[in-house]
């Protein structure tokens, strides 16, 4: 029974990921207003909101206007839901720290699509449940660090140009719970898969959060 809500709980997130990056991308609230089409923009009942199923039963249409909804809505909502499931198989004595710490690299991930910045509060708060998770002297001292980087008031961002400085702050909370060589896999990973879009929008900022969470949570154990 927990396999399936996990499964749902999954779905939910990814759903909010979706919408969170819509609204993030337009400069927009990701609280308010209520859920609505993009095309007709009538708000939708809670029964047009329900994570995979809605997407399927109405054929990827709005059941108002009849406009496409995009299907990368219904495969997000999937993978997410298939990784909280993974949670359960790869870490079932700790199901919530895992559970807490991927949706807030999700999250932070979306934002970076998004936005190319991050929340602040956010990466503490990642921060924070690393060092919880496993509390080290190093780890108290990376803490520190990145508490000192995120203080607007030093301004250290104007010392990273080629690299944003939550990205810095990012490998460094790594480093509370992995080990050099295995942080140091997680970054040549990540940008091995971004060099190519580097090439390619060489005078656009990438972000490169999306991929460092992404090979953090296929690398972490």
Do not use: W
């Not at 209520?34 to 909101?49: A, E, G, K, V, Y």
């Not at 690299?163 to 490998?171: Q, R």
């Amino acid at each position: 029974m927990i396999q399936l809500y996990l499964f749902i709980i999954g779905s939910c997130i990814g759903s909010f990921l979706v919408a969170s990056y819509q609204r993030l991308s337009q400069g927009k609230s990701i609280y308010s207003p209520r859920s609505h089409c993009d095309s007709c923009q009538t708000l939708l009942p809670i029964f047009l909101l329900i994570p995979i199923a809605s997407y399927l039963l109405c054929l990827g249409k709005c059941v108002y206007c009849r406009a496409k909804i995009p299907i990368y809505t219904l495969l997000i909502e999937l993978i997410c839901a298939l990784l909280f499931l993974s949670v359960y198989v790869r870490f079932p004595r700790h199901i919530l720290y895992y559970l807490l710490l991927f949706t807030i690299l999700l999250f932070i991930s979306t934002e970076d699509l998004a936005t190319k910045s991050i929340s602040t509060n956010c990466l503490l708060y990642l921060t924070g449940l690393l060092f919880f998770h496993k509390p080290t002297l190093i780890g108290f001292i990376l803490l520190c660090l990145i508490i000192l980087l995120s203080i607007e008031a030093f301004d250290f961002q104007r010392y990273f140009r080629r690299i944003g400085l939550a990205d810095i702050e990012l490998i460094l909370s790594f480093m509370i719970v992995l080990n050099l060589e295995r942080v140091s896999y997680i970054v040549l990973c990540a940008t091995l898969i971004i060099f190519p879009f580097h090439i390619s929008f060489k005078h656009k900022p990438l972000p490169f959060i999306p991929a460092l969470s992404l090979f953090f949570i296929l690398l972490c154990k």
